[in-house]
């Protein structure tokens, strides 16, 4: 299994993508936002990672490589089994597109792989060379840092609640434990 993303150049990036033998290469262009589509698309098929209520079976989202459009689904089956499925259109008014990626494998493996990828992104750009490069849209971090702690501990990414002086129930995080998962895992 492999997955591997890229940025290119200003405002582009390479995606790629195998499993069980099967490869997709994608190109996508600022106009999309292919790592905020990504993640939060993973993090909510994930039973544990949203709240129940919003918790989805499927989602989709798009990948702009100007002209050509590719539309890809996640579908969560059998609780750690993750189905990847790219519709690939010639352009935005396509109304029929073909079937370019078709695979299932393990939601964890799968993980791993984005959750390495975008680690080494991040060594290579930083979030400030990120966002410059990616014409400036900025590094999806919190997704990130919850799917990176749901890959070593398979729950929730922890949080506090806590009233505020007017009684309104915020959320509150540890920016030191932020900071740790990212720079003490793998970097």
Known sequence: MKFDYKLTGVGWAEIEIEVDGRKYFSFPSYLSQPLIGLLEGLLSIIPGCVPEDELKSMISFKLYQEPAVDKVTLELIDDLKLKIVIEEFEDESSIKGKIGFNATCNLLDFLDEVIGSLEHLLKKHGFVGYKNTWCRQDFPISSFLKLKYYLNHQITYPTLKELNDTEVELEKSDLEQEV????????
Request: net charge neutral; aromatic share 24%.
């Open 180 to 187: 740790q998962l990212i720079i003490g895992y793998g970097f």
